[in-house]
């Protein structure tokens, strides 16, 4: 009964964003539903009138699970900036807006901040895997030391974001414009630049920077100089 208590959690929860706090309320509400269940059953109920009693008690949930979904939002926009070392894996933050706020040590793996202000940012050492950067606003951000490894960036704004020491293996920037964007010491392997246009860019101490693609880059002069220096194969790159 407990697998069938839990199936119907699944069913009510599928809707909604998996952050860390709808899955405490769901881990919750299992454990209560589990307790209710019992106690019917002692009450000498047969096991269906007891399961059906069970979700009977449960009412409406959807409204508690809506508001836990945006009060995590309004907390990320209070005046309290620093959110380091806190587990927000799978949180839904789309269009926050964060200047200097500070992720620094915390787990971030799946979250979305698509179309986001986060001017300024600090992720350092942070665990970014798999998280959606889409139409955000990084300008100035410090990714330094972070996996990012699945991350997307479709469309963002990356002036002056520092991705120093960072894993970005695998991780597109195809059709991104990179304005004093910083990769230095990061790994790229795989990383594919295919049609970017690259300004005063920085690739000092770069890993693996001969398996990066950038097939139709645009680049300047200074930015050509560093990926020569360092081995890329920029065959097929034009240079402004």
């Known amino acids: 009964m407990d697998e069938k208590l839990l199936e119907y959690l699944d069913s009510v929860f599928s809707p909604y964003e998996a952050s860390q706090a709808i899955k405490d309320l769901k881990e919750e509400l299992f454990n209560n539903l ?7 059953n002692k009450q000498g109920y047969d096991e269906e009138t007891a399961y059906s009693r069970t979700i009977a008690s449960i009412g409406d949930i959807s409204e ?5 979904s945006a009060k995590t939002k309004e907390l990320l926009q209070m005046v309290e900036r620093d959110f380091s070392n806190i587990d927000l894996r799978d949180a839904d933050l789309k ?5 200097d706020g500070k992720f620094n040590d915390s787990t971030l793996k799946g979250a979305d901040f698509s179309g986001s202000d986060l001017t300024n940012s600090s992720f350092k050492s942070t665990e970014l895997s798999n ?6 606003n990084l300008t100035s ?3 330094i030391i ?6 997307t960036f479709k469309g963002c704004i990356l002036d002056n974001t520092d991705f120093s020491g960072s894993d970005l293996s695998g991780v597109s920037f195809d059709n991104q414009t990179l304005i004093a964007t910083i990769f230095d010491k990061s ?11 690259f300004r005063n860019a920085s690739f000092r101490r770069v890993v693996e920077v001969k398996k990066a693609i950038f097939d139709g880059a645009t680049m300047d002069k200074p930015t050509y ?9 920029l065959t097929n790159v034009r240079i402004i």
């Open 95 to 99: 269009r926050v807006k964060i200047h």
């Open 225 to 233: 100089a560093l990926l020569k220096g360092n081995g890329a194969n």
């Open 187 to 197: 790994l790229l392997k795989g990383t594919s630049f295919k049609d970017a246009v």
């Open 141 to 143: 951000a410090k990714i």
């Open 131 to 136: 998280v959606r950067f889409d139409k955000a």
């Open 146 to 151: 972070s996996s990012l490894k699945g991350a």
């Open 34 to 40: 589990q307790e209710k269940l019992i106690d019917l």
């Open 64 to 68: 508690i699970i809506e508001t836990i």
